[in-house]
């Protein structure tokens, strides 16, 4: 009878042990859940603008293309990527492959100059693109730990930093002058 009695005690005692582990399980689950939909509204609101922000580049930069060649290196430039040549040092391989990709969709071979213009452009959007999501990431690492709760005045802060970095950046001179030709 005292054995059986001392096994009755001890598995109540297992019982409230595991009432309080399985309560702070189910807390943290909690916090878990509450941290998972914060970084899910966060990735959500920052690929949104993200995109936004490539379109508006693309959009200002497909819009002031150049229609032909400009002077300086671009004509090279088109014509090494329309004819798989090789430029001047360093040659630039991926320009020239993806040059000669673009080019591939024009039948006339006068419009070669605008499609790789055109190119050039969305290459350049593409690079506001990753310097928002960069911005981005750096400025949530700089504002939030890891356990950190992400409220919506973090998140506005994070991507306005990221938004107003990378559209000074799109409309900055020497920039917008690059994207807009074969270059």
């Known amino acids: 009878n005292l054995h059986l009695c001392s096994m009755k005690v001890s598995?109540?005692?297992?019982t409230d042990k595991n009432r309080q582990t399985i309560r702070g399980n189910t807390i943290k689950g909690n916090i878990t859940k509450s941290i998972d939909l914060q970084m899910k509204t966060f990735?959500?609101?920052d690929n949104a603008l993200g995109w936004l922000t490539f379109f508006i580049a693309a959009f200002v930069y497909c819009s002031t293309i150049e229609p032909t060649a400009s002077f300086w290196d671009c004509p090279e430039f088109i014509t090494t990527g329309y004819r798989l040549e090789i430029g001047h040092p360093p040659g630039a391989p991926f320009f020239m492959l993806?040059?000669?990709?673009?080019s591939q969709f024009v039948s006339d071979p006068s419009q070669v100059a605008r499609m790789v213009n055109t190119m050039s452009a969305l290459l350049s959007a593409a690079t506001i693109l990753f310097l928002f999501w960069s911005i981005s990431h750096l400025t949530r690492r700089l504002i939030t730990n890891s356990t950190d709760e992400l409220s919506w005045g973090k998140i506005i802060t994070?991507?306005?930093?990221?938004?107003v970095g990378s559209l000074i950046y799109t409309f900055s001179d020497t920039f917008w002058y690059s994207a807009v030709e074969g270059e």
């Open 43 to 45: 990735r959500l609101v």
């Open 11 to 14: 598995k109540d005692r297992l």
């Open 98 to 102: 993806t040059a000669n990709l673009f």
């Open 158 to 163: 994070i991507e306005a930093a990221a938004l």
